[in-house]
């Protein structure tokens, strides 16, 4: 079965969205909506679908099996519930919201109308990071002692409805709980608006885990380059991912080797440095298959709001200790 999948949003993300829907087996672009005609007009060019400035008008006279949400943040509430109350399964684009409260909404709505809701947490897609999930999991690093995300780069002007919280880390906090597979139990957080006109664009965050592992948040949009990095130090060496090039390489404590035995040193030392072999793909292309493959087999999304409510929770979190510069127990 072909399932009939449109695109509410066809801005920055919204058109990639599009591209990977008219290239699917299991799934066919059938409409777009967007307020802005200018950003409908290559869709409807390159497609040759219908598309709307109303997106109620396109549900309505298109009955898609799936809509992809990527409109600005602050409308995910309003555009996720039209769209869920018609029984239509939804893809939104991270963050679930910009509140607990609107995103508590938005889960309520998917649970009481029974359709999907998938939240476009992408990284968890990205193969770089699948392979050091399994990694991990298989005990290559032994205990995690530290782990260090840095999501930097220049402000992006559209953005207007949300502050790097609540955009970015949200990215990292999903990521870092995920990796660590424990969960945050307190943070603290440096927050300050340098140039951004309403909201914070830089954040210097310190993480703690249940388990112990100690996590740190460097984000920001300030720095003239885009970095997206982490790396995490642990019993038997460190992982370092680039997301950007779906690069993971390990470094190993060579100290474990045993070529240090018989000296009277204990610890760390500089061991062998291994690039793991990773095959690359297009994290939006895996996202929105599995959230395909979710609808046609009738199973939960891989990432879906429950789990995406809880990185808005963590990000509310952070805000908090920004604006008390005090630690706060999540
Ligand atoms: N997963 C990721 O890595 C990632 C990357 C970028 C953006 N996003 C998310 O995607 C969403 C959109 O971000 P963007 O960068 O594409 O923004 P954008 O401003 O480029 O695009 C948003 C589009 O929504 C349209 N729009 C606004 N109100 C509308 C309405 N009522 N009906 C129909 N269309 C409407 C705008 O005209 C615009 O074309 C945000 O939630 C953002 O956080 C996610």
Same mark, same amino acid.
């Given at each position: 079965?072909?399932?009939?999948?449109?695109?509410?949003?066809?801005?920055?993300?919204? *058109?990639?969205?599009? *591209?990977?829907?008219?290239?699917?087996?299991?799934? /066919?672009?059938?409409?777009?909506?967007?307020?802005?005609?200018?950003?409908?007009?290559?869709?409807?060019?390159?497609?040759?679908?219908?598309?709307?400035?109303?997106?109620?008008?396109?549900?309505?006279?298109?009955?898609?099996?799936?809509?992809?949400?990527?409109?600005? /943040?602050?409308?995910?509430?309003?555009?996720?519930?039209? @769209?869920?109350?018609?029984?239509?399964?939804?893809?939104?684009?991270?963050?679930?919201?910009?509140?607990?409260?609107?995103?508590? =909404?938005?889960?309520?709505?998917?649970?009481?109308?029974?359709?999907?809701?998938?939240?476009?947490?992408?990284?968890?897609?990205?193969?770089?990071?699948?392979?050091?999930?399994?990694?991990?999991?298989?005990?290559?690093?032994?205990?995690?002692?530290?782990?260090?995300?840095?999501?930097?780069?220049?402000?992006?002007?559209?953005?207007?409805?949300?502050?790097?919280?609540?955009?970015?880390? /949200?990215?990292?906090?999903?990521?870092? =709980?995920?990796?660590?597979?424990?969960?945050?139990?307190?943070?603290?957080? =440096?927050?300050?608006?340098?140039?951004?006109?309403?909201?914070?664009?830089?954040? %210097?965050?310190?993480?703690?885990?249940?388990?112990? %592992?100690?996590?740190?948040?460097?984000?920001?949009?300030? %720095?003239?380059?885009?970095?997206?990095?982490?790396?995490?130090?642990?019993? *038997?060496?460190?992982?370092?991912?680039?997301?950007? /090039?779906?690069?993971?390489?390990?470094?190993?404590?060579?100290?474990?080797?045993?070529?240090?035995?018989?000296?009277?040193?204990?610890? @760390?030392?500089?061991?062998?440095?291994?690039?793991?072999?990773?095959?690359?793909?297009?994290?939006?292309?895996?996202?929105? =298959?599995?959230?395909?493959?979710?609808?046609?087999?009738?199973?939960?999304?891989?990432?879906?709001?429950?789990?995406?409510?809880?990185?808005?929770?963590?990000?509310?979190?952070?805000?908090?200790?920004?604006?008390?510069?005090? @630690?706060?127990?999540?």
């Amino acid at each position: 079965m072909v399932l009939k999948a449109a695109v509410i949003g066809v801005g920055m993300m919204g *058109r990639n969205h599009a *591209r990977v829907y008219a290239q699917m087996e299991h799934a /066919t672009l059938v409409a777009a909506a967007d307020l802005d005609t200018a950003a409908l007009e290559p869709i409807a060019r390159t497609y040759k679908i219908n598309v709307y400035t109303d997106y109620i008008q396109m549900l309505e006279a298109e009955k898609p099996d799936l809509v992809s949400i990527a409109v600005p /943040t602050r409308l995910h509430r309003e555009v996720a519930l039209a @769209v869920m109350q018609r029984g239509i399964h939804v893809f939104l684009e991270k963050p679930i919201s910009a509140s607990v409260e609107e995103g508590q =909404e938005i889960v309520d709505c998917a649970k009481k109308e029974g359709v999907k809701l998938a939240v476009g947490h992408i990284e968890r897609f990205n193969p770089a990071i699948i392979e050091l999930k399994r990694l991990l999991d298989a005990g290559q690093l032994g205990r995690i002692f530290q782990i260090h995300a840095r999501r930097v780069g220049p402000f992006p002007p559209r953005v207007e409805d949300v502050g790097v919280v609540i955009d970015l880390a /949200t990215h990292e906090l999903n990521l870092l =709980e995920y990796l660590t597979g424990s969960q945050v139990e307190s943070v603290y957080a =440096e927050i300050e608006r340098e140039i951004h006109a309403t909201h914070e664009d830089l954040l %210097t965050g310190i993480l703690k885990f249940k388990d112990g %592992t100690v996590g740190i948040l460097d984000i920001n949009w300030l %720095t003239p380059t885009k970095i997206r990095e982490l790396s995490l130090i642990g019993e *038997r060496g460190m992982f370092s991912v680039n997301y950007l /090039t779906q690069d993971l390489y390990f470094y190993e404590n060579d100290y474990l080797n045993g070529h240090w035995e018989g000296l009277a040193i204990m610890g @760390v030392s500089e061991g062998r440095r291994i690039r793991h072999n990773i095959k690359r793909k297009e994290p939006l292309v895996a996202e929105l =298959e599995s959230f395909v493959q979710a609808v046609a087999d009738d199973t939960e999304p891989q990432i879906g709001g429950e789990e995406a409510l809880r990185a808005v929770l963590l990000a509310q979190r952070l805000l908090e200790s920004g604006r008390k510069r005090e @630690v706060v127990w999540v």
